[in-house]
């Protein structure tokens, strides 16, 4: 049996279980409209796949949900902990995701027009485990948030 760990509290896992994991986490903001978050997946793969093969598919999936605005700004080669590691920036107009959000009043309330939102995603691979960070935050304010995010990826310790 193999232990999970979430913040403060632990879990025992059945050995026939798999984590396949998702954390969200939201940073601190002064505006009670803008929630900047950064999620954290890991995906057990079903087999062994190059990073690059990796980040391509990642790369079409976020291009396959069809916002009209979508444009990549950077694309890089980084390392997390030592580990090759592949950082994508993109950004889009939040009024383009209405249309993808449907008749959702709740969702829609705080999207103006000209909003837009930019975000990270970084993605690396563990053997046949994939793990992927993105941080999500108003345009006009990346810079800020982007520096707590790229500490965040620096703290990352070690990859087993």
Do not use: H
């Amino acid at each position: 049996m193999s232990k999970l760990a979430f913040s403060d509290i632990e879990f025992e896992i059945p050995d026939n279980w798999q984590d396949q994991g998702m954390i969200t986490l939201t940073i601190p903001s002064t505006d009670k409209k803008v929630r900047p978050n950064i999620i954290c997946t890991k995906e057990i793969l079903p087999q062994a796949v190059d990073l690059a093969t990796y980040f391509n598919k990642i790369k079409e999936a976020v291009k396959a949900r069809g916002i009209q605005s979508f444009q990549i700004l950077d694309e890089r080669e980084i390392k997390v902990a030592g580990v090759p590691a592949m950082q994508m920036v993109c950004a889009w107009d939040l009024e383009a995701m209405k249309q993808m959000l449907g008749d959702n009043p709740e969702a829609l309330k705080n999207i103006q027009p000209g909003q837009k939102v930019q975000q990270i995603q970084v993605s690396f691979l563990v053997g046949e485990v994939a793990y992927n960070l993105t941080g999500s935050f108003p345009a006009d304010q990346f810079e800020i948030y982007g520096r707590p995010f790229q500490k965040f990826i620096q703290s990352i310790k070690s990859i087993a």
